[in-house]
């Protein structure tokens, strides 16, 4: 029903920034709460980030807060993910995730995700 297309990851130095996008279709993306989640290699897969329908409630895993930013653009059906100030411990796969309310996905998890995009921070 939902299918959602992750961009921008990518090799970048520690301190550095990036920018991660999330392309939603096959749904009325107005209505889902969006998030983030991200896997490393032995690891279990963890939340770090998501924003309610309307864009107006944020959660953050604490380890990413203060410099993860999440934010969306309803009229262009996209969510981001600006990561600053990274470490090498952000590197993993990142997936998009959708679901009912931003709440529920920070509690539980997604109902609907993307392929992932990997980011690897080197130090």
């Known amino acids: 029903q939902v299918q959602l297309v992750e961009s921008g990851g990518g090799l970048v130095q520690a301190g550095g920034s990036l920018r991660l996008s999330c392309a939603a279709s096959?749904?009325?993306?107005?209505?889902?709460?969006m998030g983030w989640f991200r896997q490393a290699p032995g690891k279990e897969r963890e939340f770090v980030a998501a924003?309610?329908?309307?864009?107006?409630?944020?959660y953050y895993e604490d380890s990413v807060k203060g410099r993860f930013t999440i934010s969306r653009d309803n009229a262009k059906s996209t969510v981001y993910l600006q990561m600053n100030s990274l470490k090498p411990e952000d590197t993993a796969v990142y997936y998009c995730?959708?679901?009912?309310?931003?709440?529920?996905?920070?509690?539980?998890?997604?109902?609907?995700w993307g392929q992932g995009t990997q980011v690897t921070v080197s130090s």
């Open positions: 924003i309610s329908n309307r864009g107006l409630s944020t």
């Open positions: 096959g749904g009325t993306f107005s209505t889902y709460g």
């Open positions: 995730a959708a679901g009912r309310t931003a709440l529920t996905i920070s509690r539980t998890t997604g109902d609907y």
